[in-house]
């Protein structure tokens, strides 16, 4: 568990995450304006349809330690994304989009407005 209150704004469906948005039309993330909790039904009833992660976005606690990602001070998730992403894939906007858990938000503390601007971006990011 994270000691420094940090959100993974990349999170499988699990009860007792939290929904943060749904991947639209246009392969984009669609945020919540407030984050839905997520609970077993939730979890049965998204899983029906195929991995809920390649259509929903979810977040927890950051496990820091017990994740993969984790460095040792840092998630590589969002710092592989932003390798990966030219400038021109990214929906820039003159404010930041919406987000349910930005206080928080492990890759928002770590890259700033990158992250938020690349978060749309991604569905899921192993």
């Given at each position: 568990?994270?000691?420094?209150?940090?959100?993974?704004?990349?999170?499988?469906?699990e009860?007792?995450n939290?929904?943060?948005?749904?991947?639209?039309?246009?392969?984009?993330?669609q945020?919540?304006?407030?984050?839905?909790?997520?609970?077993g039904t939730?979890?049965?009833t998204?899983?029906?349809?195929?991995?809920?992660?390649?259509r929903?976005?979810?977040?927890?606690?950051?496990?820091e330690q017990?994740?993969?990602?984790?460095?040792?001070?840092?998630?590589?998730?969002?710092?592989?994304?932003?390798?990966?992403?030219?400038?021109?894939?990214?929906?820039?906007?003159?404010?930041r989009?919406?987000?349910?858990?930005?206080?928080?938000?492990?890759?928002f503390?770590q890259?700033?407005?990158?992250?938020?601007?690349?978060c749309?971006?991604?569905?899921?990011a192993?």
């Open positions: 568990m994270c000691e420094t209150g940090k959100t993974c704004p990349n999170a499988r469906c009860d007792g939290l929904l943060l948005g749904v991947k639209g039309p246009d392969g984009h993330l945020r919540m304006r407030t984050a839905l909790p997520v609970d939730f979890v049965e998204a899983a029906r349809h195929g991995p809920p992660e390649a929903m976005r979810f977040a927890s606690d950051c496990a017990g994740c993969d990602n984790w460095t040792g001070d840092r998630c590589r998730a969002i710092d592989r994304v932003l390798s990966f992403l030219a400038i021109d894939d990214l929906p820039l906007h003159d404010r989009p919406p987000c349910p858990i930005r206080a928080t938000c492990r890759w503390s890259r700033g407005d990158s992250a938020c601007h690349a749309s971006v991604v569905i899921a192993e």
